[in-house]
């Protein structure tokens, strides 16, 4: 089992190893964790893990209730927001509870900022079952739900108390969901890591690619745990991905979006002589052999007014990420007459 240490204003580990989930209830005891918990999670996942985990937590006394989402990006709203709340308060939870999060980063979020805002704030724990959620939105803090303008626009930093990373249901995913996850990990080997982007050119084990982005996220939150700075530059590919999830009604998966979107910032870096060819063609090169989509099926004067809402943005100026060299990019921030004329 690998151990991560993020050093925020409420410290927690984040434990990465096979058969998490099953032992989950010692976990939280070990961190004193007790009383009743209210675990999320949705219907894509509820069948596969839900059981394991409730059995989990029984045997070790808590007292356990399940709320269950529709899955996907719809239901990151205030509607179920609501619903989880109300059912959370039906069941007595106090603020000595704990609200736990089974699943993917829609579910992370949603339980997040519901454990952010319910009672004040209760105890939380995030146990994704995804790679995507794994390597990032399950790290950090930062939780959210949807508003018809955008993504993510309404939400709150709020750390978990622990972290618990399970490889074992990656298994299960569908190659698509999968690919997401991918899409995660290859930013963080270009913001700042060209060593891990060598690893992925051949085969890999999860648990080291899992740590490895985990810690770089750490590492970033310790520095700028409120997204002021060096934060933003896990947003790397999101200012066009999110535009492009929103423009879609989110029928485009996040890593997709992603994906496309650090794809077309990069060509225009290229173009623009901001960074060489070679950093594109390893780009093309991974996207390629993860099953990553590259070009947009928008064009980018259709995304504009998307990105105008884009949570980095301030006044008429957005901050992007630019991609310098491999493994290194730098924050740049553009006016709308700029990131325009860089990106058409």
Avoid at 23 to 34: K, P, R, T, V
Avoid at 44 to 60: F, I, R
Avoid at 228 to 254: C, D
């Amino acid at each position: 089992m690998k151990r991560i240490d993020v050093r925020a204003g409420k410290p927690y580990q984040v434990k990465i190893g096979r058969g998490l989930l099953r032992s989950c209830g010692a976990e939280m005891q070990g961190i004193n964790l007790y009383g009743k918990i209210m675990i999320v999670t949705d219907d894509n996942v509820a069948p596969l893990y839900l059981q394991t985990v409730s059995e989990s937590l029984k045997n070790c006394g808590f007292s356990v209730y399940s709320h269950t989402l529709p899955h996907g990006e719809n239901s990151k709203n205030f509607d179920e927001l609501v619903k989880l709340l109300n059912f959370t308060a039906h069941c007595g939870l106090t603020r000595s509870d704990t609200l736990v999060a089974l699943g993917g980063g829609v579910v992370g979020d949603l339980c997040g900022f519901a454990a952010a805002i319910y009672m004040r704030g209760v105890h939380f724990v995030q146990l994704p079952t995804t790679l995507l959620a794994a390597v990032d939105s399950s790290v950090g803090g930062k939780t959210a739900v949807d508003l018809t303008a955008g993504k993510n626009l309404a939400g709150a930093f709020y750390q978990p108390d622990l972290v618990l990373c399970d490889p074992e249901p990656f298994a299960t995913l569908p190659g698509e969901e999968y690919a997401n996850g991918m899409a995660e990990v290859i930013k963080y080997g270009f913001i700042r890591d060209k060593e891990l982007l060598e690893l992925l050119q051949q085969s890999f084990e999860e648990e080291e690619v899992v740590a490895r982005c985990v810690q770089s996220k750490a590492d970033i939150v310790a520095n700028d745990e409120f997204d002021r700075g060096e934060r933003m530059l896990l947003n790397f590919g999101h200012t066009v991905g999110h535009a492009i999830e929103a423009k879609s009604g989110y029928a485009i998966p996040h890593g997709q979006a992603v994906a496309i979107g650090m794809v077309k910032i990069t060509q225009a870096c290229v173009k623009n002589g901001l960074c060489p060819q070679e950093t594109l063609d390893i780009m093309l090169k991974l996207t390629e052999r993860y099953g990553l989509p590259t070009e947009s099926p928008y064009p980018m004067s259709e995304l504009f007014d998307y990105m105008v809402n884009d949570k980095k943005s301030s006044g008429d100026a957005i901050t992007f990420v630019l991609p310098r060299e491999t493994g290194n990019c730098e924050l740049k921030k553009l006016t709308r007459t700029e990131w325009t004329a860089l990106l058409s």
